[in-house]
Structure formats: structure tokens, C-alpha cells
């Protein structure tokens, strides 16, 4: 799930108990206090009986929505869905599945028993001093770093277009073959309860705009990739650093990949990684710190990859982000806040001046508010 916010999306919330159970008539159940996710996706996999099938979900129709009265069934504090439904894979045995249909999720939400675990916190890292075979944190990955480079046939870490120089991961395609070169390695995460993905990079002087790599994550021994992050859109020298929550993809055979996706063909055109590093822990991890509030215009608050994304890299970060429609925003929705981001997704007429005069620092990616702002001479 992602794009939580609490404005209730067009179509939300949906509210199936009787109207006394609502805050308006005396009830516990406060619909403007419930959390709302405008997107919902995923695989369900048969146990059992039905072992073997494979059904991928998508939602529909309202949100799914979460907090006290939500599920629609009682006023315990729970969450509700809709979705339809897909069957990629039927079951091995047993009864055939119908092959699509629409559904519904109502539960409870409570606290569930940890129990014991065998789980030892660890970390394993690679500061590439040592080729492919690096182990520089306190435990060991479970294999070398995996080499995909079509165009030199897997030259090993002193030659073609993955290469480990002077401390250095370097990547590049050149001349600009296509092959998407990359370099994958494997850690055994089957105990953790957490675990959280680092790296600092950096490009060289020739890195244009549409240069492009690729950083991807597996939880199934590379048969199949998610990712995380396309670093593009950079011009020339620039340094960095990414921490990621891998959680969702922990394994016994996780995998992060580094994959040049795009160009990184001309001269002096490379992206250097300094190290990697991925650590876990056994208990829940202590949620963010930050206190700061981030008021994220949008165009709609059904959201398009790119604004996804910015929400999950702030929220990542520790920033508490609060989605708004550019058609709903009013200048008190930016009080109390402490930064305003305007996407470029938003038509500017819906924003105008609505937000000119607020006390707030503001960035807008919308090129057409920056008159209405005051932001040109």
C-alpha cells in the first residue's frame, strides 16, 4: 500500500455501520481521524489446498481506509478494502479458482504476539577493497558479487564496464551497448525482523541528464527485481547518499542490484559506488524522529509514479507528509507546517495565489506558479 493520507479521497470514506456508530450522531467512530491509502496491490499465495495458485489483487472503488469503526463491521479500531482480483497461477491440486472477481478485506487491527526469536542483530558491507569478494562489516554476505557484463563477458572486477577501482564500484556502458551492466550480491536475511539498505555514489564530469542506473532489490534470489530507486536527471559531478527500508524483502536469498539501465556511454561518463551496506535488527524499528510536517500539493492525490515516489523518499527520511489536492488547498492547510511542496503535477490555476502570501517556505516543480508566487523579478 502507499499514498496514505488523511483527507478522504474522492469516494471515501466508506461507511457501512449504522449511523449511530458515527462521531456526528454520539458514536466512537471518527471518520476524519481514519488514514486512507489511494493505492493497493499485491499477490496472494495458496497454502494448503490451494498451494500452488497465485492471485494478484489491485483496489477499487473507495480507499482502504483505516481506524476506529473502519472496517465496517464494528467500532474496534480495524481497516477495510476493495479490490479485484486476478488468477495468474490456479492451484496444483485441488479446486479450480474462478479466473477474476471483486472482493472485500474487513479486520481488526491488534497487536500481535512477538514470541521468541533466534534473530542476532548483524550487518554486512563492502567498501571494495577487495574486488568482488569484500566482507568489511561484522558478518559475511553469502556469496561474491554476481557480474552481468554482456559486452566484456564478465572481465571480473580490473576490466570491462563493472569494474572495482582504487575503493571504487564503476559503472558505465560504454559505448552506449545496451547490454544493462550490473553487479548483484546476496545476503541471508531469513531471521531479521528489519533491515535497511545503504550506499554513497558518485558521478563523473560527463554524467548527463539521461544517464541512468538502476538500484533493485530481490527477495527471491534474483528471479525476480523491484526497484527502489532510478538514479537519472544528474548533470555532470555530483555526490550522494541512499538508505532504503528493504523490510518487505527479506529472505533468505535477498539480493541488491546495481544496473546500468540506461547510457552511461560517452566519455567520462561513469557512476562510482563508495560502499554498500545492509543492516538488520530483530524488533520493530524505532519510528522516525522527525517532527517536521510536509504539506505535499498534488494534482491528485491518486497518485502518478513520480509523486509516489517523492512521498516515500520523505516519509523514508522521517518527514510526516500530508497529501492535498491543488483544487482543495487553502492557505490554513499550510499553517502549522514546516515546508510546502507544490508538484508539477498540479494544474497552476488551481493553486494561483491561494498560497503566495503564507508564511511558509514553499518549493514548486510547476514552472507557471512562479509568478503567482512573487518567485520572479
Same mark, same amino acid.
Not at 544517464?211 to 526497484?227: K, L, P
Not at 515546508?339 to 490555476?349: A, M
Given at each position: 500500500m502507499s499514498g496514505m493520507t488523511t483527507v478522504a479521497p474522492p469516494g471515501s470514506p466508506k461507511k457501512q455501520l449504522n449511523a449511530s456508530a458515527y462521531v456526528e450522531n454520539g458514536g466512537p467512530a471518527d471518520s476524519s481521524t481514519w488514514r486512507y491509502y489511494t493505492n493497493l496491490s499485491g499477490t496472494l499465495s495458496g497454502i494448503g !489446498?490451494?498451494?500452488?495458485?497465485? %492471485?494478484?489483487?489491485?483496489? &477499487?472503488?473507495?480507499?482502504? $481506509?483505516?481506524? @476506529?469503526?473502519?472496517?465496517?463491521?464494528?467500532?474496534?479500531?480495524?481497516?477495510?478494502?476493495w479490490f479485484t482480483w486476478s488468477v495468474s497461477s490456479q492451484p496444483s491440486n485441488g479446486t479450480y479458482l474462478p479466473?477474476?472477481?471483486?472482493?472485500?478485506?474487513?479486520? =481488526?487491527?491488534?497487536?500481535?504476539?512477538?514470541?521468541?526469536?533466534?534473530? #542476532?542483530?548483524? $550487518?554486512?558491507?563492502?567498501?571494495?577493497? =577487495?574486488?568482488? /569478494?569484500?566482507? &568489511?562489516?561484522?558478518?559475511?554476505?553469502?556469496?561474491?558479487?554476481?557480474?552481468?557484463?554482456?559486452?566484456?563477458? !564478465?572481465?571480473?572486477?580490473?576490466?570491462?564496464? #563493472?569494474? @572495482?577501482?582504487?575503493?571504487?564500484?564503476?559503472?558505465?556502458?560504454?559505448?552506449?551497448?545496451?547490454?544493462?551492466?550490473?553487479?548483484?550480491?546476496?545476503?541471508?536475511?531469513?531471521?531479521?525482523?528489519?533491515? &535497511?539498505?545503504?550506499?554513497?555514489?558518485? /558521478?563523473?564530469?560527463?554524467?548527463?541528464?539521461?544517464?541512468?542506473?538502476? %538500484?533493485?532489490?530481490?527477495?527471491?534470489?534474483?528471479? /525476480?527485481?523491484? &526497484?527502489l530507486e532510478v538514479i537519472t536527471g544528474i548533470e555532470g559531478e555530483v555526490w550522494d547518499d541512499r538508505e532504503f527500508d528493504i523490510s518487505a524483502f527479506i529472505s533468505a536469498e535477498t539480493q541488491v542490484r546495481f544496473r546500468v539501465s540506461q547510457y552511461y556511454g560517452g566519455d567520462w561518463e561513469f557512476l562510482w559506488v563508495n560502499f554498500v551496506e545492509i543492516e538488520w535488527g530483530c524488533d520493530t524499528p524505532p519510528p522516525p524522529t522527525s517532527s517536521k510536517e510536509i504539506l505535499f500539493v498534488v494534482g491528485d492525490i491518486w497518485l502518478n509514479a513520480g509523486d509516489t515516489a517523492i512521498q516515500t523518499r520523505l516519509e523514508g527520511r522521517g518527514f510526516n507528509v500530508t497529501l492535498i489536492a491543488a483544487t482543495d488547498v487553502t492557505p490554513t492547510d499550510a499553517q502549522a507546517r514546516d515546508?510546502?511542496?507544490?508538484?508539477?503535477? %498540479?494544474?497552476? !490555476?488551481d493553486v494561483g495565489t491561494t498560497l503566495t502570501n503564507v508564511a511558509v517556505p514553499i518549493i514548486t516543480w510547476e514552472g507557471w506558479l512562479y509568478d503567482d508566487l512573487g518567485m520572479t523579478g
Open positions: !489446498g490451494f498451494a500452488g495458485a497465485q %492471485v494478484s489483487i489491485a483496489g &477499487t472503488g473507495s480507499a482502504f $481506509q483505516a481506524g @476506529v469503526g473502519a472496517n465496517g463491521k464494528n467500532v474496534n479500531n480495524g481497516a477495510s478494502s479466473q477474476s472477481g471483486q472482493g472485500d478485506f474487513n479486520m =481488526d487491527l491488534v497487536d500481535c504476539d512477538k514470541g521468541t526469536t533466534d534473530c #542476532v542483530p548483524g $550487518q554486512v558491507r563492502d567498501d571494495f577493497d =577487495d574486488g568482488f /569478494t569484500g566482507n &568489511t562489516g561484522a558478518d559475511d554476505w553469502s556469496g561474491n558479487w554476481i557480474e552481468n557484463d554482456p559486452q566484456s563477458g !564478465g572481465a571480473g572486477p580490473n576490466a570491462g564496464q #563493472v569494474r @572495482v577501482i582504487n575503493g571504487y564500484l564503476r559503472l558505465d556502458d560504454q559505448p552506449n551497448t545496451g547490454g544493462e551492466p550490473s553487479l548483484a550480491r546476496e545476503v541471508d536475511l531469513s531471521d531479521a525482523s528489519f533491515a &535497511t539498505l545503504r550506499f554513497d555514489f558518485d /558521478t563523473s564530469s560527463g554524467v548527463d541528464y539521461n544517464d541512468a542506473v538502476t %538500484v533493485e532489490i530481490s527477495s527471491d534470489g534474483g528471479a /525476480t527485481w523491484t &526497484t515546508l510546502v511542496i507544490i508538484s508539477s503535477t %498540479v494544474y497552476s !490555476g
